[in-house]
C-alpha cells in the first residue's frame, strides 16, 4: 500500500542556495581535473594497443556509467523520501519532482542539471589519478584503467544532461544525431520509464543496459530480497 503523492511544491522546493554553490563549485571541479588528466595522458609514450585498448576501455565506461545511472535511479525511485536525512534533498528530491512534473528537468540550467553528478565524478577521477601510471613505460591494465576510470568520470557527469536531452522540445541537429544512432539517450527509449508505475527502463545515460536488467529482472529481485530482509516495501512513499 501507497502513501498520497508528495506535492509538487513540497518537492521543488529542496533546492537550497547552499546546494547551487557546492553544485557550482562541483562543475569547475570536474573540468578542471578531467582537463588536466587528459593533458597528462597526452604525453604518454606511443605504442600502438593505445588506441584499441584505450576505445575498449571507453566502451566499458560508457556501459558501467549506464548500469550506475540505472542503479541510482531505481533507488531513488523505490526508496526513501525527500526526507531521508543525507539523501532525500540532494538526490531523492530530483527523481520524485521528476515523476511529478516530467518537464520540470528542462527549467535547470547546466549547473543544476549536472552539478550533483559532477560532484560523484570527482570520486572516479581522484581513484583514477591515484593509480601508478608510468607515462613512458604504460602498460595495457594501467592504460586502461587510467581511460576507463576518466570515461566513467565523464559519463556520471553527462548522464542528467543525456536525461534533460530525452525531455527536450527540441535538440540541436548533433544530438538529435547521437539519439537516433543510439549514442545517447533517445525519448522513446525513456519514454517507457514514464509510463505508471515507472517500473522501467530505469538507466539514463543511454540506455544500453535497460535490455540484459529488464530481461534478468534484476531490480525486481532485489526489491524482493530487500522486502524480505528489512520489512520495507518498495514505492512505500507513493510516486
Partial sequence: MTSEPIPRERIAGGYSRGQRLVETASVFAFFAVEILMAWRLSR??????LVPVGACAVVLAALL???ISATVHWGCDTWGSVDTP????????????HHVDADEINRHDFVETNGTNAGLALLPLAVTYALAFDLAHPTV???GLQL???G??????FTSQAHKWAHASSV????ALLQRVGLVLSREHHDVHHVAPHL?????????????LERLAVFRHLERLITRVTGVEPRAHGP
Fill in 141 to 143: 591494465v594501467s592504460w
Fill in 200 to 212: 522501467h527502463n530505469y538507466a539514463i545515460t543511454g540506455g544500453w543496459i535497460d535490455h540484459a
Fill in 65 to 67: 556509467a549506464d548500469l
Fill in 44 to 49: 604518454v609514450a606511443s605504442a600502438p594497443w
Fill in 148 to 150: 576507463g576510470g576518466m
Fill in 152 to 157: 566513467t568520470a565523464f559519463f556520471v557527469t
Fill in 172 to 175: 540541436s541537429p548533433a544530438v
Fill in 86 to 97: 543525507m539523501l532525500g534533498r540532494v538526490f531523492i528530491r530530483q527523481f520524485r519532482e
